[in-house]
């Protein structure tokens, strides 16, 4: 079974003195449920034997939707998988290095499989809280030891030792199985791909790429993978340990990557988790709060009013780590959207666009370009007052309006006094239009017997 044995004629013979007895001191592992030795001598060799008895009958994988399993043999490798977890929390004695091998073929075994085609990505992507909807694997009995099994593994052993079983392909094999539509399993993969990438430093490279190439895939082909989030997560707990100044190649992940995960339809599912990361990049350099906000409106929803929402609720915040000397430059870019979302016909859009008014630091923002935003958002505002359907969002237009006014009256006037000139401007062009229309219409009944067809008379030769 993988561990040598000599036999009884090769064995030296040694006097049985009581001081040979004790430093022999052969002890079992704590808190194995294996059978106390029954041969003189050969204890370690029996015990690794049902180690290993037990580890390979956790080889066999239950599909727990066949109904010619047995249910008795289910329970007995949850049972093995057990013993073998309870083995590696053993803290008193190190594991053998012979089990190594034997324990991460089960690993692999049991975790790497083909996931089942998606059933409904469309209600999972759109209702992300809802557990009720979510797909649990009937194979998570034996899946949830199977993770705690490996995560005790890259815990307690050097990260040296296992190189030669956690390998590229390894990680590769967890990625995958991050799209599993089961959000137990997806947290278990989270908290061991990242005790991994803090443990084998050397991988961290290679982690790092790894994970965006399944952001890239997601953004720009597939637009469908359950683990985005959970993926983010870890990012976020990276990004929170990266040195200042950053990196260029981190700079390029947060233009590249991360904000172009602002595109899908799918954002409210780890938006959370997006919002995070970004936010912390802000924080480090405040200066990438340009490149940020620019990115965020190049990526605005047209139709999904619930984005429009998370987005506002994001700029609202980014507002708040922006370098200053920023200010002027980003203010009437951002406000202009703002003042958009202010007439859009869902109301909440339209109040949640008018909240970020009540942010002081968005209101310093936009006071250092006052001449420049105040048009827009006056018109805006206006706008709301003659033509919104919902009383709610004219009410809080009006305390908007009233908070503006007092800011700089003159220039809310001048501002109004250039909205009603436009408007008239407006109405003359479109009486001048349809006074021209008047006179083309006219002029063609006039002369509608040109357009008429001339009428033939044809006489038969017969």
């Known amino acids: 079974m993988g561990i040598r044995r000599d036999s009884p004629k090769n064995l030296p013979r040694k006097k049985t003195t009581l001081k040979h007895l004790f430093d022999l001191d052969p002890k079992p592992y704590v808190g194995s449920p294996l059978p106390s030795p029954r041969r003189g001598g050969g204890g370690t060799d029996y015990e690794h034997d049902g180690i290993l008895s037990a580890i390979s009958y956790c080889n066999s994988v239950f599909t727990f939707t066949d109904p010619q399993e047995s249910p008795s043999q289910q329970d007995l490798k949850r049972l093995k998988l057990m013993d073998v977890v309870s083995l590696l ?10 089990l190594f091998s034997p324990l991460m073929s089960m690993v692999s075994v049991n975790l790497f499989r083909p996931l089942p085609p998606p059933s409904k990505t469309s209600i ?5 809280d809802d557990e009720e909807l979510s797909t649990f694997t009937p194979l998570w009995p034996h899946l949830q030891l199977v993770y705690d099994i490996l995560l005790r593994l890259v815990l307690n052993v050097d990260s040296k030792k296992l190189k030669d079983y956690i390998d590229h392909q390894f990680i590769r094999n967890l990625l995958y199985l991050f799209q599993s539509e089961d959000p137990r399993e997806r947290e278990s993969l989270k908290n061991v791909f990242h005790r991994i990438y803090s443990r084998f430093t050397s991988y961290r490279s290679f982690m790092r790429k790894a994970m965006n190439e399944v952001f890239l895939r997601y953004v720009f082909e597939t637009e469908k993978h359950c683990g985005i989030g959970e993926l983010l997560e870890i990012w976020g707990s990276i990004i929170n340990g990266f040195g200042v100044p950053l990196k260029e190649e981190h700079k390029l992940f947060l233009m590249r990557v991360l904000l172009p995960l602002h595109k899908p339809k799918g954002l409210q599912v780890y938006h959370r988790q997006l919002a995070y990361c970004v936010s912390q990049f ?5 200066a990438l709060g340009g490149v940020v906000v620019r990115g965020i409106l190049r990526y605005w929803p047209i139709t999904n009013c619930h984005k429009e929402v998370l987005l506002i609720g994001e700029l609202e915040e980014l507002v708040e780590n922006i370098d200053p000397d920023q200010y002027r430059t980003l203010a ?8 958009r979302c202010f007439n859009s016909c ?3 859009v339209a109040e949640r666009a008018l909240y970020v008014w009540n942010n002081e630091q968005f209101v310093k923002m936009a006071s250092e370009a006052m001449e420049e935003v105040f048009p827009v958002v006056v018109e805006g505002m206006e706008r709301n007052l003659k033509l919104h359907w919902s009383k709610s969002v004219k009410q809080l237009t009006e305390n908007v309006k009233a908070m503006l006014e007092e800011m700089d009256p003159p220039l809310y006037d001048k501002c109004l006094r250039e909205i009603h000139h436009r408007e008239s401007e407006a109405h003359r062009e479109q009486i001048k239009r349809q006074q021209k229309w008047d006179q083309i219409e006219t002029a063609a009944a006039r002369h509608s017997h040109f357009l008429q067809p001339t009428k033939t008379i044809c006489v038969s030769s017969h």
């Open 282 to 286: 802000v924080q480090k350099e405040p």
């Open 332 to 339: 009437l870019p951002l406000c202009s959207r703002i003042a």
């Open 89 to 98: 929390k053993s803290p008193k004695k190190p594991l053998h290095e012979q």
């Open 124 to 128: 999972v992507s759109a209702l992300p």
């Open 346 to 348: 869902n109301s909440q």
